[in-house]
T-cell receptor, first 114, second 116 residues
Framework: GAGVSQSPSNKVTEKGKDVELRCDPISGHTALYWYRQSLGQGLEFLIYFQGNSAPDKSGLPSDRFSAERTGGSVSTLTIQRTQQEDSAVYLC????????????FGPGTRLTVT | GENVEQHPSTLSVQEGDSAVIKCTYSDSASNYFPWYKQELGKGPQLIIDIRSNVGEKKDQRIAVTLNKTAKHFSLHITETQPEDSAVYFCAASISFYGGSQGNLIFGKGTKLSVKP
C-alpha cells in the first residue's frame, strides 16, 4: 500500500516568512510524529499525535513551531517567522497502535531559509 | 531523558566483510530498539528492530543483539555489498503494544561505505 507522503519535497523561503509542511500518514495509522534532521545531525523529535489525545509538544524548539492534525489523518507543521537555523529536513512518520511499534517515515521536506 | 550514543560515526569495509555498529542507551525503561537505513535524499527506512524481551533477532544478512543489563545493542551486517552503503541510525523508545507509543530517540548515525 501507499507509504507516508510529504509535501512539498523542497521549500526555499526568505527569513521571516511563514511556511507550512504537510504530511499524509499511512491509511489507518493513529500515531503521527514529526522529526527534524539538520545537516550532518541525527533526527530530533518535534511533536507526536496519538489518536484523539492531546499532542506531545515537548520537542518543539520554540513557540514559532506548531502543528495540527485534522480528522486524525493529515498533519501540517507550521513554522512562523522562519530563521536560518530552521533550515533542515523535516521528516514525518506514522505508526499503528493496533499493530506493533514500528514507525514508518516519509521522504521528508527539505527546508532552506535564505 | 533518554540518550543514545552510537559508534563508530564512519565505517569503511571491503565487500564481503562484516560490519558492526554499536549503540548504548541510558533509560532502563526503553523497550524498543529499531535500526534505520537512510540513503542520500531519502527518508529513513526501517530495516530491523528488537524488543526488550528478546536478546537477538536475525533477518537474512542483518542481525541485532540487545544486552539489557549493559544497556547496549548492536547491528551486525554480514557479507556486505556495495548497496549496503548508507547512513545507519539506531534508536530507542518506550512503547506499549496496542497503546501509546513514545517518540524515538536517535543516535547520531554511522556512515557505512562498502568498497567493491
Amino acid at each position: 500500500g501507499a507509504g507516508v507522503s510529504q509535501s512539498p519535497s523542497n521549500k526555499v523561503t526568505e527569513k521571516g516568512k511563514d511556511v507550512e509542511l504537510r504530511c499524509d500518514p499511512i491509511s489507518g495509522h493513529t500515531a503521527l510524529y514529526w522529526y527534524r534532521q539538520s545537516l550532518g545531525q541525527g533526527l530530533e523529535f518535534l511533536i507526536y499525535f496519538q489518536g484523539n489525545s492531546a499532542p506531545d509538544k515537548s520537542g518543539l524548539p520554540s513557540d514559532r513551531f506548531s502543528a495540527e492534525r485534522t480528522g486524525g489523518s493529515v498533519s501540517t507543521l507550521t513554522i512562523q517567522r522562519t530563521q536560518q537555523e530552521d533550515s533542515a529536513v523535516y521528516l514525518c512518520a506514522s505508526s499503528s497502535s493496533s499493530g506493533g511499534y514500528e514507525q514508518y517515515f516519509g521522504p521528508g521536506t527539505r527546508l532552506t531559509v535564505t | 531523558g533518554e540518550n543514545v550514543e552510537q559508534h563508530p560515526s564512519t565505517l569503511s569495509v571491503q565487500e564481503g566483510d562484516s560490519a558492526v555498529i554499536k549503540c548504548t542507551y541510558s533509560d532502563s525503561a526503553s523497550n524498543y530498539f529499531p535500526w534505520y537505513k537512510q540513503e542520500l535524499g531519502k527518508g529513513p527506512q526501517l530495516i530491523i528492530d528488537i524488543r526488550s524481551n528478546v536478546g537477538e533477532k536475525k533477518d537474512q544478512r542483518i542481525a541485532v543483539t540487545l544486552n539489557k543489563t549493559a544497556k547496549h545493542f548492536s547491528l551486525h551486517i554480514t557479507e556486505t555489498q556495495p548497496e549496503d552503503s548508507a547512513v545507519y541510525f539506531c534508536a530507542a523508545s518506550i512503547s506499549f503494544y496496542g497503546g501509546s507509543q513514545g517518540n524515538l530517540i536517535f543516535g547520531k548515525g554511522t556512515k557505512l561505505s562498502v568498497k567493491p
